[in-house]
Nanobody, 121 residues
Framework: QVQPVESGGGLVQAGVSLRLSCAAS????????IGWFRQAPGKEREFVAA????????YVADSVKGRFTISRDNAKNTVYLQMNSLKSEDTAVYYC??????????????WGQGTQVTVSS
């Protein structure tokens, strides 16, 4: 069993950047797909990005493509979500999730506690 733990959220001004981290607890990310999701108050959970660890292949949702990127640090067993040019619409709780398989947008089994990102305009 692998337990993801998110960090890096905060209160920032529109236009700046943040980098969120997702670290594995219990075991490594080897053999898993790691996804980032977000949920704003009153809205449904939204897929943001995912990375297939074994082949270092990434995918970013159209809604944030061009501003957000996902990457990994193998030595630190950590997945990052780099968020640039932040907008007030990006305000949400961001979750890291883990699954087996390569269907990137759904079917995640293990979820982190979430980290709050608040963008002021």
């Amino acid at each position: 069993q692998v337990q993801p733990v998110e960090s890096g959220g905060g209160l920032v001004q529109a236009g700046v950047s943040l980098r969120l981290s997702c670290a594995a607890s219990g075991r490594t990310f080897d053999g898993y797909t790691i996804g980032w999701f977000r949920q704003a108050p009153g809205k449904e959970r939204e897929f943001v990005a995912a990375l297939v660890w074994s082949v270092d292949i990434s995918y970013v949702a159209d809604s944030v493509k061009g501003r957000f990127t996902i990457s990994r640090d193998n030595a630190k067993n950590t997945v990052y979500l780099q968020m640039n040019s932040l907008k007030s619409e990006d305000t949400a709780v961001y979750y890291c999730a883990v699954k087996t398989g390569t269907i990137l947008t759904r079917g995640y089994n293990y979820w982190g506690q979430g980290t709050q990102v608040t963008v002021s305009s």
